[in-house]
Structures are given as structure tokens and as C-alpha cells.
């Protein structure tokens, strides 16, 4: 996996780091969304849903329902499954919607041309390179990760008050 650490300093006092937690393949990923009030993320893909861990990247379920009955194109809103059963999630990705690309404490993060750049308002800024077109990008409301959705990859980072080492 290649996994890119981006050390980020704003503050002498405090040090903030944005880190992959994991890099999951998942073959035609169409959208993405964040399971309100929870650690969870709703994957949309021509196979079917998927539910990952924001805390450790892990797959919590899966079904391989390919029918594409439980996503409205309209409402851009997939019904849950999981740990998000019976909810309607707010998707991003092929058919268009968003997902939060900014912090109340100053990181945005947005697309660019060869990848995508997160950015401080202190003026920092580090622009990852992404070989694949972007489907969506974006912040969940704990503000404690973010997530780079391409076609075949999944990518989320997390926020940690810990200096990198390496």
C-alpha cells in the first residue's frame, strides 16, 4: 500500500498530522457517505453497499445487492445497511453531490487537476498526487478524518494530535 504522511505544523503548541489509516480497493465505487452521528462510512459500488470503521478502516458490512433499488439518483440518498440500517445517507460521488470540504478551525481540502490539496488557513498547504479520477473528497462531521473515493479506492486519513517520527 502506499501509504503518504502528511505532517502538518499550523502551531508550535499545537501539532496536527493527517495520516492514511487505510487504502481499500473496492472496484467500481460509485459514492460515498458519512453515517450521521457515528464512526461510519456508506460505500456505493457496482457491486453493492459497504460499511467501513472511520476508527480502523475495517469493512463492519457488506451485501452484494447490485440492484441499484436501494439508491434514489434524484435525492442523491442511499438506504443504509449495517450498522446504518433503515437510514437514508446523503451521497457523494458519480451523480454528483458533496461532501463537507471544510473544518470550522481552518483545513479545506479540494480537488485539484493532478490529485488533490488540503490546506490551512495559516497558509499551509500539500498537494498529494492521485493517478485516478476523484469521485468524491471530503471531511465527516467529527472532523476527525477525511476521505479520498476514487473508482477502484477508498482512501481515509485521520487527524491526530501525535508528531509523526519518521
Do not use: K
Not at 499550523?10 to 481499500?24: A, G, K, Y
Not at 475495517?58 to 447490485?66: F, K, L, Y
Not at 445517507?89 to 458533496?98: H, K, P, V, Y
Not at 497558509?123 to 485516478?132: A, H, L, V
Request: negative net charge.
Amino acid at each position: 500500500m502506499d501509504y503518504r504522511y502528511i505532517a502538518l505544523m499550523f502551531s508550535e503548541n499545537e501539532p496536527r498530522v493527517w495520516l492514511p489509516l487505510t487504502s481499500i480497493a473496492v472496484g467500481g465505487l460509485t459514492g460515498v457517505g458519512f453515517v450521521p452521528d457515528s464512526e461510519f462510512l456508506l460505500v456505493m459500488s457496482s457491486q453493492g453497499r459497504g460499511v467501513f470503521s472511520l476508527s480502523n478502516g475495517q469493512r463492519v458490512a457488506r451485501d452484494s445487492n447490485d440492484s441499484y433499488d436501494w439508491f434514489d439518483e434524484q435525492t442523491l440518498y442511499c438506504q443504509g445497511i449495517g450498522p446504518s440500517d433503515g437510514m437514508a445517507i446523503s451521497i457523494a460521488g458519480l451523480w454528483g453531490g458533496r461532501l463537507v470540504s471544510a473544518t470550522p478551525d481552518g483545513w479545506s481540502i479540494s480537488a485539484t487537476p493532478e490529485g488533490f490539496a488540503i490546506r490551512h488557513r495559516n497558509g499551509y498547504q500539500e498537494f498529494i498526487d492521485e493517478d485516478e479520477e476523484i469521485q468524491a473528497l471530503g471531511f465527516d462531521p467529527s472532523e476527525r478524518h477525511f476521505v479520498i473515493a476514487t473508482p477502484s479506492t477508498l482512501t481515509i486519513y485521520l487527524r491526530s494530535n501525535t508528531n509523526l517520527t519518521t
